[in-house]
């Protein structure tokens, strides 16, 4: 349980979660596959190796170098694709697709952080035009993403432009301690997957969420609370629904096309639920 509101004369803080696992229940840009297909986005073999991605993502079982290549992947598979027209597929189909994949444990957990006067900030591999609406939806304060280059026609080049990733998040907190005047020794963060340890180490309040194997050994060896979430709900039919007004998701350090992540620069995410302190 939260010890209670902010004392105000004090620095500010905030708590930091990772989507994929962490506050959705999969993967936040996979989910989206069927509407870019249908949308005309991506053929079905791209459908299929989506669903794919999907399954390995799920199973814990994407390693560094496959998620490299998927990376690789799907940056080549959203060039040329207008940006515009990703953003209204994902503004159309948001709360049929992530709605209902909304861990119960999470929200609540974001609800407790408001009422305890701290920011929320969402820190995603996935790309803008995914996390963005998502960070909304959930009333996030601030959202971290990965960008991708657009070019003059609006549409994809298919070139990263900032990877929002392992060390990269830890970077971005950083900044966003300085700009925003957060105390990270009183800030709290919350991930699934061992690529997060260096945001996880960037505040006082770590939290393994539905851990890796890697991650749930580190979080052992170093007394980090592990959290279990497992109970997906939609937000409308949660009692008491979230009592903070969603407010809009400004985009703290970039955030990509949900384009390039179309499937894979998410996977490198996995995430559980406790009090927190």
């Given at each position: 349980?939260?010890?209670?509101?902010?004392?105000?004369?004090?620095p500010?803080?905030a708590?930091?979660?990772?989507l994929?696992?962490?506050?959705?229940?999969k993967?936040?840009?996979l989910?989206?596959?069927?509407?870019?297909?249908?949308g005309?986005?991506?053929?079905?073999?791209?459908v299929?190796?989506?669903a794919?991605?999907?399954?390995?993502?799920?199973?814990?079982?994407?390693?560094?170098?496959?998620?490299?290549?998927?990376?690789?992947?799907?940056?080549?598979?959203?060039?040329?694709?207008?940006v515009?027209?990703?953003?209204?597929?994902?503004?159309?189909?948001?709360?049929?697709l992530?709605?209902?994949?909304?861990?119960d444990?999470?929200?609540?957990?974001?609800?407790?952080?408001?009422?305890a006067?701290?920011?929320?900030?969402?820190v995603?591999?996935?790309?803008?035009e995914v996390v963005?609406?998502?960070?909304?939806?959930?009333?996030a304060?601030?959202?971290?993403?990965?960008r991708m280059?657009?070019?003059?026609?609006?549409c994809?080049?298919?070139e990263v432009?900032y990877?929002?990733?392992?060390?990269?998040k830890?970077?971005?907190?950083?900044?966003?301690?300085?700009?925003?005047?957060y105390?990270?020794?009183?800030?709290?963060?919350?991930?699934?997957s061992?690529?997060?340890?260096?945001?996880?180490?960037?505040?006082?309040?770590?939290?393994a969420?539905?851990?890796?194997?890697?991650?749930?050994?580190?979080?052992?060896?170093?007394?980090?609370?592990i959290?279990?979430f497992?109970?997906?709900v939609?937000?409308?039919?949660?009692?008491?629904?979230?009592?903070?007004p969603?407010?809009?998701?400004?985009?703290a350090?970039?955030a990509?096309?949900?384009?390039?992540?179309?499937?894979g620069?998410?996977?490198?995410?996995s995430?559980?639920?406790?009090?927190?302190?």
């Amino acid at each position: 349980m939260l010890r209670g509101v902010e004392n105000h004369s004090l620095p500010r803080t905030a708590a930091f979660f990772d989507l994929d696992k962490t506050v959705i229940a999969k993967s936040s840009t996979l989910t989206f596959s069927k509407s870019f297909y249908q949308g005309g986005l991506i053929n079905r073999r791209a459908v299929l190796r989506t669903a794919y991605a999907q399954f390995v993502f799920l199973a814990g079982g994407a390693d560094h170098d496959q998620m490299e290549r998927m990376r690789k992947y799907l940056s080549a598979l959203c060039r040329g694709w207008n940006v515009q027209q990703v953003k209204e597929i994902v503004a159309e189909t948001l709360h049929d697709l992530i709605d209902p994949i909304i861990y119960d444990e999470a929200a609540t957990l974001i609800e407790q952080h408001h009422t305890a006067g701290r920011d929320v900030v969402i820190v995603s591999t996935s790309g803008a035009e995914v996390v963005e609406p998502i960070g909304e939806l959930l009333g996030a304060d601030r959202v971290v993403a990965t960008r991708m280059v657009v070019g003059d026609d609006g549409c994809f080049t298919g070139e990263v432009e900032y990877y929002a990733y392992g060390p990269t998040k830890a970077e971005a907190i950083r900044e966003l301690a300085e700009s925003e005047g957060y105390d990270l020794a009183r800030c709290y963060a919350y991930s699934d997957s061992a690529t997060d340890v260096p945001m996880l180490e960037s505040v006082g309040h770590p939290h393994a969420v539905n851990p890796d194997r890697t991650l749930r050994r580190e979080a052992v060896a170093r007394a980090w609370p592990i959290l279990d979430f497992h109970r997906p709900v939609r937000l409308k039919q949660r009692i008491p629904a979230l009592s903070v007004p969603h407010r809009p998701a400004l985009v703290a350090v970039a955030a990509i096309g949900a384009a390039a992540a179309t499937a894979g620069l998410v996977w490198y995410t996995s995430r559980r639920r406790a009090p927190v302190a």
